[in-house]
């Protein structure tokens, strides 16, 4: 049975997700959330034009997914994006549907 359900999971396609955050040149911005087990390190946000339009993809399975921007060391919510769900910080995430 478990052969089944690992052979189900491989065949659910992943999606290409990109997310900006339009915050002006000169910052460090990374993403956090719970496809990366909340680590900043783990997908650094880059301006490759320079022109403060931080850029980054994320290939994710369908579903629900939690986020927040991480600029210059500030967690925060994705302004662009009007979806949120509560923390148990008593504050906000930022909240992707993938479908």
């Known amino acids: 049975m478990a052969n089944k359900k690992n052979a189900a999971d491989a065949a659910v396609k992943r999606r290409r997700v990109v997310l900006t955050a339009d915050l002006g ?13 909340w ?3 783990a997908k650094p946000m880059l301006d490759k034009n320079g022109d403060g339009i931080y850029r980054c993809t994320l290939l994710l399975k369908p579903g629900s997914y ?15 994006n009007p979806n949120f769900a509560p923390n148990d910080l008593g504050t906000l995430n930022s ?5």
């Open 25 to 37: 040149p000169g910052k460090t911005v990374s993403i956090a959330g719970n496809f990366n087990d």
């Open 95 to 99: 909240l992707l549907i993938v479908e």
């Open 66 to 80: 939690e986020y927040k921007f991480v600029i210059d060391g500030v967690w925060c919510v994705d302004t662009s």
């Open 39 to 41: 680590d900043p390190a």
